[in-house]
């Protein structure tokens, strides 16, 4: 989907020049083109900060605090974010075609949806959280429109931001667990199944958190976006076309997470298993 901000604002796509949409002739230059503009690439570079923010407010809470930590550290330590993007493109090579491609990448060259792109672009960023929580206290004071409230919210509903955002968040939960359980002594390990089926039962509270949280920070991000071309921004993401690239989107970013987190957990299991071999070999006598 087109700049969808996802864990804790992933999209930063920068303004670049892009070459007329005739020069990209074959599917793989499509895809890869589609890559950077959708700001997907952004969002895979940004995997490794949300670790540090996971792990952060995980030590707060956590049992076994310290082997997790130790986890979360490899986690960022190993993503590898060019395997990431060809994992990426190589599921996108398989699940769509030029026609598609070109048709999303003409929405993409727009006039209206590379002003969203810079105003998402603008209000990304750390250092932007001050001035947005300000003009969120202005709005208490100066309440939008009916009609503005609506558009803000019909955005989130039509691009399904939460909803994505609440997957992948879940996918990057189960694969912390199972690599947080592997690397745990055999006596100390628990049963994922469980566990799975708790954080699943999350789904529901992290999506409405999620989606209250992505609505007060539209107002901000989409603070200089017309309600006309508010409008017609949900308009397309109501489109066929929308719908199928909102879908790809989610498919494509799990797909890509479970590929990592598949090849992490086999080293984190490798990586325990020598450990414990370690500690059964005698100690030699000096």
């Not at 700049?3 to 604002?9: I, P, Q």
């Not at 049963?191 to 992505?214: H, K, N, Q």
């Not at 984190?268 to 298993?273: C, F, G, P, T």
């Amino acid at each position: 989907m087109h700049c969808r901000r996802w864990l804790l604002s992933l999209i930063c796509l920068g303004m670049l020049v892009f070459p007329a949409l005739a020069a990209a002739d074959t599917h793989e230059e499509l895809v890869a083109r589609y890559i950077e503009l959708s700001g997907l690439s952004e969002a895979l570079a940004s995997v490794p900060g949300t670790f540090d923010t996971l792990a952060n407010q995980k030590s707060l809470t956590s049992k076994n605090s310290e082997a997790e930590q130790k986890v979360y550290r490899m986690m960022k330590e190993s993503f590898d974010v060019r395997q990431a993007e060809e994992d990426l493109s190589a599921f996108l090579l398989v699940s769509t075609d030029e026609p598609y491609l070109r048709e999303m990448l003409r929405w993409l060259e727009s006039p209206l949806a590379r002003k969203i792109t810079r105003e998402e672009t603008n209000a990304s960023g750390a250092e932007n959280r001050a001035d947005m929580l300000r003009y969120l206290a202005d709005l208490q004071e100066n309440p939008p429109s009916q009609q503005r409230i609506e558009l803000i919210q019909g955005v989130e509903q039509a691009t399904h931001m939460a909803e994505l955002t609440a997957d992948i968040l879940i996918e990057v939960m189960m694969g912390m667990l199972e690599a947080t359980n592997a690397a745990l002594p055999a006596d100390r390990q628990g049963v994922p199944e469980e566990a799975y089926r708790e954080i699943d039962g999350l789904r529901t509270t992290i999506e409405s958190g999620l989606r209250e949280e992505m609505v007060l920070e539209s107002y901000y991000t989409y603070r200089n976006i017309t309600d006309a071309e508010l409008a017609a921004y949900i308009r397309f993401y109501e489109t066929d076309l929308g719908q199928a690239e909102i879908e790809k989107t989610g498919e494509a970013l799990t797909y890509t997470l479970k590929n990592w987190f598949d090849t992490f957990v086999e080293r984190v299991i490798a990586l325990a298993q020598a450990e414990a071999q370690k500690r059964k070999m005698p100690q030699m006598a000096f």
